[in-house]
Every structure is written in structure tokens, then in C-alpha cells.
């Protein structure tokens, strides 16, 4: 605290010199910075706000004249996109009237990442609300009961289709690399440890595009003649297998991590091992790991944006299509722009709990 | 206390130290027994699925006429590539060529990559740690922004400003030979001749030398408390003894400028787009991971490093550089090498800029022939030997840094 309260009291120019000019060289990179910072905001403030064209006349059938946009390409940013465009680029094709369930859906996975950051809901009930979450997720999307009209896959897109893909994929890849991470430690069972260690192995080998590649070619030569494969599950389960061996290694460290004594005091009471690896070795090794558990959470996140190269209309797709309209040609930077803050949004939330958890986890440690 | 029976299967543990081995019972109260059981039946229903998609596979495969087998490679290949390190021909060059171009491309952009992103890696990490607040703020501001957006559409934006550049006739002309258009970067290249390749060979000789005066001075400062001076002799090796071997051999000089000839450059090296937006994105993104990497290597050594430092006299710069560098090193380096693996597997979303690395050449070949599993086995196959060349270097490398106890 002292040093707090020192740095309070300290004059801004103490500061300064301690702090920006405290010999020649840091004054030479702080003049520097300062002069290349003030000219990239000048510019920036210019293009984002000074010059930027906010909105564009329509003509008398709805055809947005982009003209002034194109007047100020140079210097101002068009922002007029937006509004044009922020419906098919947050959902795509889902249709234009049926667009508030795709909405309502952001709205509960929100609501559903709120309730599982709070500590308070880490209970067995939680597993219950993710599914009941992508029961209702599920029902809104597709329809087809309650009077929804029914709304195929292939109409699906935009964020909601990110964070289906981003959760659904880790509700179902995470079992899935404890069992594994388990199955990788086993000493009593050979064959399952060297099963899974070719899984995680070969999965880990090639870049998630290439498994994306092979998803969308290769399960529909696995499916017996006749049965169609759909891209988007293709992809999907593309992505669980290969969150699921990313996943399995942070499990792992942690199940390393344990001191071997838990799991011999959990055999000298008697315990089963799954009584054991539930109550005793599970509860404290996932603990141990829920920093690098949330950072490969975000990078499966950002991930998902990779689906765009099958084909499919998730976040990104639909932003990079809403460029690809002829009025709108060239005005890519504020469309990436506005995806760039969604998708920032979502990962420093996670990123900043899963910094604030560290920092709390640590504590309760140390007491 | 209840009599605990030790031979019970349920304390497998109390036996494990030199206890007879008992024999396995008929029973599924027995472990052993239990474990065989279990691990048939996961073995035999994963067994079970393979074979069953090898099946289906096969007798889709035979539905369709594709005949397995690896005499594909030695087709012409009808894919256009924009960017070919060795000669290729669309419709004449073998599907072999074709692949070996991809994994040139892969190469080529990783190679340049890694090397790169250590390089602002490093810098900002250790920019993050600075005593500047300006510079230790602006680094934090570049990780933490750059970190949390996907580089696929980091990509995007690098190829959106690449092509936005003017056209060739409008061309950026910094200095004299470069031309920065939406056609590429073109820079001026060297006409190689004999004497270059000499001087290069004085260079690298002079690198060794170097390195081997710096040692010798190590080993005199560590005799006498005296560091010889190393400065002149690195100016001599890298500098004089390489131009004065060029300058030896006749000295030739000639550039091959690019020159702007109708409606495109003619000459000179070029760069295209693709690959600069591609490098550009893999670089800035990467070197965000390398940073954090570096910093908390960094951070890992204790202050007691940096105050007995100060005691003895030294400069922040020189405590970096010979006590706390050299220790983060063994922090340092595994996760670096995972970051690296990254860098290339992260090459492969070239695809969707339009550059054609080994997955993108790949996935075309497997459309054109319906050779799916080959395909994949060659991707797989390429990636594995990188992750193994790249593993048994940064091991080979850790084991050079690692602590070495006495």
C-alpha cells in the first residue's frame, strides 16, 4: 500500500521524468511513440469520424446510392454499411422476419457464459442448464413446433451460427478430453493409453483447416450409400475432435500436476476409480488448469471463423459476403472493423475472467 | 478397527512393492481381470467403427471409379498456381510438382515467418517490461488487441490494404527500385555473380570468426577481469573482410531494377500480395504470443538476478542481455517451439487469401482426382515431418540451454 499511496503523492512531472525521460534514450523512444502515436490517432479520428459518411440516400426502389461513400473513400470511412448491413451480417440468410429467434439465441448463450463464469453456479445443476440452453437454442433455430416455422440448416449463419459452433463444440468436446486426458494416464490399461495418445497425436498434427478439408470430404465417403452428410455437421464434428485433443493436453497437465498422494489416500479409503477420478482427482485437477482451459477456449473461439472455408455462413462469412455486394465493393475495413470488435468483445471478456479467476485462485491457494 | 484382508482386489495399490503376484481369478471383482475386459471391448468397438468407415469408404470409393494408389502424382495437374519457387506448368507439370510447389510455399512463407515474428516477438515482450511507460503501455495495447481478434480476419484486412494499393502506374516509389502496387512489392535484384558468392562466404566465415573472438574475450575478461575489445574485430570480420573480398573479385555491381512497361512491371524481385499480406498477418499475430512468451520468461527469473546485477555496476541493457536473457532461455524455449508449430500450421489459412500452400494444393489435387485419402495422407504426412523437424531442433536446442548442474 505504501508504494500506492508514494506514487499519489508524487508531482506529475516527478512522474514523468521517472517514468518517460529517465535518460536520453527513453526520452528519444517516448518522443518517438508519442509522435507516431498522435499521428495514427489524427489520422484514424479523420477517417473514423471527421469524414466518415454516416448514412446514403436510397433510391425509389430501396437501392442505397453509395456514391457520397465512394466520394470519400479515400479520407472517410463509410459507416453507412452498417446499418445497411447489420442484419445479414449478424444472421446471414435465416429468414428476414424470423430473425428475432436467431437473436434471442445470442441473447441466451450470453446469458448462459454469465451463468457459468459465476462461481456460485459451479454445481451439478450447471450441466443441466447447458443442455436445457442448447435444447432451447436448438428448438429456436430450427422451429417447426409452437407455430415456428421450420428453418433448414443451410439458412443458418451469422454469429449465432460462431457461437453454436464455439459451444456446442466445447460442450461436447470437453467429456469427451477428460476421458481421453484419463485414458492417456492410465497405467492399468495399455492399449486404451496408446489409443488415445495416436488420437491426440494425429489430431495435433495438422492444422484445423486440413481436418476442415477432410471433414467436408471424407464423411460422406464414411456414410454408408444413400445417407447425406451436412457440412455443417461435418464441420462441427470436425471441430469437437480437434478441440477435444487440444483439450485432452491441458487436462492432462493437470491431472499431472496432482500430487500422487490424493490418488493414493482416495485408494487407501477404498474408492472406486471413477468414485475417485469424480470426487477427488477430477474436482481439484480441472481447478488447477482453468487459466489455460479459458485460453483455449478463446482460441477456439476465434477458430471457428476458419469454417468460412467450407462454405459455411458463420460471423465472419456473412461480413466478408456483405462486401462482396457491388454498391459496397471496397468498403471491407469497416465491415472487419465492426466484426473485429464482436469477436474482440467475446475473447477479452473471457480473457480478463479467466486473468480475474488466476488471480483469485492463487489467493485462495496461498491462504 | 474392521480387519482389513490385504489380498482384497480392492487395494491394488498395498501390493504394488514386491508383494507375489496373484494369479488372475475368473472373477469381476478382480481388476486385472476387469481392465483385460474393458479394454477389449473400447478396443473392439473402436475396431469396430473403423473398420466400418473403411468399409462404407471403400465400396463408396468403388461406387464412384477411384481407384486407390499413388499413381496419381505422376498425372499433368490442371491447377493454376500464381506463385511457383521451382518451374511448374498448368496441364504439363505432374500432380507430384504441383504438391512439392505447395510445400515449397508452405516453406517459404514459415521459414521467413518465424524467423520474423521472434524478432518483434521479442522486442515487444521486452518492450512490455520497459521502464517506459509509454512504450510499456503501447506494446500491452498491441498484444491484448491483436491477441483476441481471429487472424483469419487479420487476413483479411492485410489483403484488403495490399490491394488497395494503386495500380503499377500509380505506384508507391519510395526509393529508387521499389515499387509498392497492387501488382506486389517490387524490389530490385542483385545480378549474382561469382564475387557475391564469395563475399557471402567471407560473411559467414566472418560470423563464425566473430563468434569465436567473443568467446576468446569471454574466457580472457573471466582470467584477467579485462574484456578485450570485440567491436573492431566484428567491424573487420563482417564488414571489411566481405566487401573486401567483393571488392577483390572485380567488384561487379549490377541491379536488375524493375521498370514499369505497359500496364505491369518488367524485372526485378517481386513479391506478390499474397504472400505479403499472408507474411505480414502470420508475423503481427504470432509475434503477440511470442511477446507474452518472452515477457513472462523474463519475469520467471528472480529480482535478486537483477539487483546483484546492479550491485556489480552493470546497465539494465547489460543484465538483460549476459544474466537474465540467458536464464529465461530454458522458460523460454518449449513454449516457443509449440508457437512455431503454430506459425505453420496457422500458414495453412493462406487458402483463403489465395495463396497456395501445401493444404490448399492438396485440397485442389483431391477434388480434381477424388484421391481423398492419399490427399490426406500427404497432408498429414508434410505437417508431421515439420512438427518433427521443428521439436527435435527446439529439443536439440533446450538441451544446449538447459542448466547445466554441477
Known amino acids: 500500500m505504501a508504494s500506492t499511496r508514494g506514487l499519489a503523492q508524487t508531482r506529475p512531472i516527478d ?65 453507412a454499411i452498417v446499418p445497411e448491413k447489420y442484419r445479414f451480417i449478424l444472421f446471414a440468410f435465416y429468414p428476414y422476419d424470423q430473425q428475432w429467434r436467431p437473436a434471442l439465441c445470442v441473447v441466451l448463450f450470453v446469458a448462459l457464459y454469465a451463468v457459468s463464469a459465476n462461481r456460485r453456479f459451479w454445481r451439478r445443476e450447471l450441466g443441466l442448464i447447458w443442455i436445457a440452453t442448447l435444447g432451447v437454442v436448438a428448438l429456436l433455430m430450427w422451429g417447426g413446433v409452437l407455430g415456428l416455422p421450420y428453418v433448414p440448416q443451410y439458412q443458418w449463419g451469422g454469429l449465432p451460427l460462431t457461437l453454436i459452433l464455439a459451444t456446442l463444440g466445447l460442450a461436447v468436446a470437453f467429456p469427451l478430453a477428460v476421458l481421453v486426458a484419463l485414458g492417456r494416464r492410465s497405467t492399468a490399461m495399455p492399449a486404451v ?112 471463423s476458419l469454417v468460412l472455408i467450407v462454405g459455411i455462413f458463420d460471423l465472419l462469412k456473412a461480413g ?48 | 478397527m474392521a480387519q482389513v484382508d490385504l489380498s482384497d482386489p480392492r487395494f491394488p495399490g498395498i501390493h504394488a512393492g514386491g508383494a507375489p503376484r496373484r494369479h488372475v481369478r ?62 511448374y506448368t498448368p496441364s504439363v507439370s505432374s500432380y507430384g510438382r504441383a504438391l512439392a510447389v505447395g510445400i515449397l510455399n508452405t516453406l517459404k512463407v514459415s521459414a521467413v515467418g518465424v524467423l520474423l515474428a521472434t524478432l518483434l516477438g521479442t522486442a515487444v515482450g521486452i518492450g512490455r517490461l520497459s521502464r ?43 526509393v529508387a527500385g521499389v515499387f509498392l502496387s497492387n501488382r ?49 574485430a566484428a567491424l573487420f570480420f563482417l564488414l571489411v573482410l566481405p566487401i573486401g573480398v567483393w571488392a577483390a573479385f572485380g567488384a561487379p555491381f549490377h541491379l536488375d531494377l524493375p521498370a514499369l512497361r505497359g500496364f505491369n512491371f518488367q524485372g526485378g524481385l517481386t513479391i506478390t500480395p499474397e504472400y505479403a499480406a499472408l507474411l505480414i498477418g502470420l508475423v503481427v499475430y ?16 528472480p529480482r535478486g538476478q537483477w539487483e546483484a546485477g546492479g550491485a556489480l555496476g552493470l546497465s539494465r541493457g547489460v543484465i538483460l542481455r549476459r544474466i537474465v536473457l540467458p536464464q529465461s532461455m530454458r522458460v523460454i524455449i518449449p513454449p516457443m517451439a509449440s508457437q512455431y508449430l503454430n506459425l505453420v500450421k496457422n500458414s495453412s489459412l493462406a487458402v483463403a487469401i489465395g495463396y497456395q500452400d501445401i493444404v490448399s494444393i492438396a485440397d485442389t489435387t483431391l477434388n480434381q482426382t477424388g484421391q481423398a485419402i492419399e490427399g490426406v495422407a500427404i497432408i498429414m504426412g508434410v505437417y508431421l515431418t515439420f512438427s518433427l523437424a521443428i521439436s527435435s531442433f527446439m529439443n536439440w536446442y533446450n538441451k544446449r540451454m538447459a542448466l547445466r548442474e554441477r
Open chain 1, 320 to 367: 466478408t459476403t456483405a462486401v462482396a455486394d457491388p454498391p459496397w465493393q471496397g468498403f471491407g475495413n469497416e465491415v472487419y472493423l465492426l466484426l473485429a470488435v464482436i469477436y474482440f468483445a467475446f475473447c477479452f471478456a473471457m480473457s480478463r475472467y479467466s486473468q480475474g479467476l488466476e488471480r483469485e485462485l492463487d489467493r485462495s491457494r496461498r491462504h
Open chain 1, 193 to 304: 493409453r496408446l489409443l488415445c495418445i495416436v488420437y491426440v497425436e494425429l489430431i495435433r498434427g495438422a492444422p484445423l483447416i486440413a481436418w476442415l478439408f477432410m471433414a467436408t470430404v471424407l464423411f460422406p465417403l464414411f456414410m454408408p450409400a444413400g445417407v447425406d452428410f451436412d457440412k455443417l455437421l461435418a464441420a462441427q464434428v470436425a471441430i469437437i475432435l480437434f478441440a477435444a485433443a487440444y483439450l485432452a493436453e491441458v487436462v492432462r497437465a493437470g491431472l499431472q500436476a496432482l500430487p500422487k498422494g490424493q490418488s493414493e489416500a482416495a485408494d487407501a479409503l477404498g474408492l472406486r476409480y471413477w468414485q475417485k477420478t469424480r470426487l477427488i482427482i477430477l474436482p481439484q485437477a480441472l481447478r488447477l488448469v482453468i487459466p489455460p482451459l479459458v485460453n483455449t477456449f478463446i482460441g477456439f473461439f476465434k477458430d471457428t
Open chain 2, 184 to 232: 506486389g512489392i517490387k524490389l530490385p535484384q542483385l545480378d549474382w555473380a561469382q564475387a557475391h558468392g564469395l563475399a557471402l562466404a567471407a560473411f559467414v566465415f566472418g560470423l563464425l570468426a566473430t563468434f569465436a573472438w567473443s568467446r576468446w574475450a569471454d574466457r580472457r575478461q573471466a582470467r584477467t577481469g579485462r574484456r578485450p575489445l570485440t567491436w573492431p
Open chain 2, 26 to 87: 475368473l472373477s469381476w471383482s478382480d481388476p486385472r481381470l476387469r481392465n483385460v475386459i474393458w479394454q477389449v471391448l473400447i478396443l473392439g468397438t473402436v475396431g469396430f467403427v473403423v473398420w466400418y468407415l473403411v468399409h462404407n469408404t471403400s465400396r463408396n470409393l468403388e461406387a464412384r471409379h477411384i481407384a486407390g494408389g499413388w499413381g496419381f502424382l505422376w498425372q499433368p495437374a490442371s491447377i493454376p498456381i500464381g506463385e511457383t519457387p521451382i518451374a
Open chain 1, 15 to 79: 512522474w514523468a521524468r521517472a517514468n518517460l525521460f529517465n535518460s536520453w534514450w527513453s526520452t528519444a523512444v517516448t518522443l518517438l511513440l508519442a509522435w507516431g502515436i498522435i499521428r495514427a490517432l489524427w489520422g484514424f479520428i479523420g477517417w473514423a469520424f471527421v469524414h466518415a459518411v454516416y448514412s446514403v440516400p436510397h433510391a425509389a426502389d430501396g437501392a442505397p446510392d453509395t456514391a457520397p461513400c465512394r466520394a470519400a473513400q479515400e479520407v472517410g470511412a463509410c459507416w
Open chain 2, 132 to 174: 517506459n511507460w509509454l512504450l510499456s503501455r503501447i506494446t500491452a495495447v498491441y498484444v491484448e488487441g491483436v491477441r483476441d481478434i481471429p487472424l483469419l480476419l487479420q487476413l483479411f484486412f492485410w489483403y484488403g490494404i495490399v490491394q488497395a494499393l494503386p495500380g503499377p502506374r500509380q505506384a508507391f516509389h519510395p
Open chain 2, 286 to 301: 504470432t509475434a503477440t504470443y511470442i511477446a507474452e512468451i518472452v515477457r513472462s520468461g523474463i519475469l520467471a527469473i
